[in-house]
């Protein structure tokens, strides 16, 4: 019999895994390494490090790596990723950032990009919840600040069911503002979308309206409103219609 793959699994004192490699060949009286990975953890036994190897010229050589952290509750409240570059850690991929609450519910959640060298915020949100909603706010970044781009809320029954979800999408960045935004507004029967209405505003007026409704053949039929029509519109509270 001659080997044909082997894989090495390494753990430490308290059972965490900590070395898991693998050969794929075995030539000249030793095993061709294919790819490794090294894990470090913190004392609640949490993922902190993890690192990954590749195998060249007889030897493993480190090819990226991500990291890890985790507030009091467990929560993860970090990822990023680095690939070896030259002989330094350069950024790949996304850095995450979170904050949870005490009952372990997010409420932020930010997206950074490496760029000349450096994490830079690209997106974020944040969660704001109530009794029966919740909100999720939307932000980029426009001119080296947070700027909102598409709010969200959801609003749940007292059973925990949605029965109605607000979205807005905002348009045409000009003058440091936003100039036009699109609002959809959801309804829901035993959480199955049943109706939608969108609004598209401009200088804090509707300019044009939507109805879609669900009908009976599982299809959406869609009618364009008059501004006018029998129905009344509370921005960022739904719709009721007449």
Same mark, same amino acid.
């Given at each position: 019999?001659?080997?044909?793959?082997?894989?090495?699994?390494?753990?430490?004192?308290?059972?965490?895994?900590?070395?898991?490699?693998?050969?794929?060949?075995?030539?000249?009286?030793?095993?061709?390494?294919?790819?490794?990975?090294?894990?470090?953890?913190?004392?609640?036994?949490?993922?902190?490090?993890? *690192?990954? !190897? =590749? /195998?060249?010229?007889? #030897? &493993?050589?480190?090819? %990226? +790596?991500? @990291? $890890?952290?985790?507030?009091?509750?467990?929560?993860?409240?970090?990822?990023?990723?680095?690939?070896?570059?030259?002989?330094?850690?350069?950024?790949?991929?996304?850095?995450?950032?979170?904050?949870?609450?005490?009952?372990?519910?997010?409420?932020?959640? *930010?997206? !950074? =990009? /490496?760029?000349?060298? #450096? &994490?830079?915020?690209? %997106? +974020?949100? @944040? $969660?704001?919840?109530?009794?029966?909603?919740?909100?999720?706010?939307?932000?980029?970044?426009?001119?080296?600040?947070?700027?909102?781009?598409?709010?969200?809320?959801?609003?749940?029954?007292?059973?925990?069911?949605?029965?109605?979800?607000?979205?807005?999408?905002?348009?045409? /960045?000009?003058?440091? #503002? &936003?100039?036009?935004?699109?609002?959809?507004? $959801?309804?829901?029967?035993?959480?199955?979308?049943?109706?939608?209405?969108?609004?598209?505003?401009?200088?804090?007026?509707?300019?044009?309206?939507?109805?879609?409704?669900?009908?009976?053949?599982?299809?959406?039929?869609?009618?364009?409103?008059?501004?006018?029509?029998?129905?009344?519109?509370?921005?960022?509270?739904?719709?009721?219609?007449?």
């Amino acid at each position: 019999w001659v080997g044909s793959a082997k894989r090495e699994d390494v753990y430490d004192e308290h059972g965490n895994k900590i070395v898991d490699a693998y050969y794929n060949a075995f030539q000249d009286k030793e095993w061709k390494g294919y790819e490794k990975y090294e894990y470090t953890y913190d004392t609640n036994r949490n993922i902190v490090l993890k *690192i990954h !190897y =590749t /195998w060249k010229d007889s #030897q &493993w050589y480190m090819n %990226n +790596k991500s @990291e $890890y952290a985790y507030d009091e509750h467990g929560n993860q409240i970090l990822s990023v990723s680095y690939r070896w570059h030259d002989d330094a850690w350069v950024g790949d991929g996304n850095k995450v950032v979170e904050t949870f609450d005490d009952k372990n519910q997010i409420l932020q959640r *930010i997206y !950074y =990009t /490496w760029k000349n060298g #450096q &994490w830079v915020g690209s %997106n +974020k949100y @944040e $969660y704001i919840r109530n009794t029966n909603s919740i909100t999720t706010k939307t932000y980029i970044i426009k001119e080296d600040e947070w700027i909102e781009s598409e709010p969200a809320i959801k609003s749940f029954d007292t059973n925990g069911k949605v029965e109605k979800k607000w979205e807005v999408r905002y348009e045409n /960045w000009q003058n440091g #503002q &936003w100039q036009e935004k699109l609002e959809t507004t $959801y309804d829901y029967i035993k959480e199955e979308e049943t109706s939608r209405a969108r609004y598209k505003w401009e200088d804090g007026k509707i300019l044009e309206t939507w109805k879609e409704i669900l009908t009976d053949t599982g299809e959406w039929s869609e009618t364009k409103l008059e501004n006018d029509m029998a129905f009344e519109h509370k921005e960022g509270q739904g719709t009721l219609f007449k």
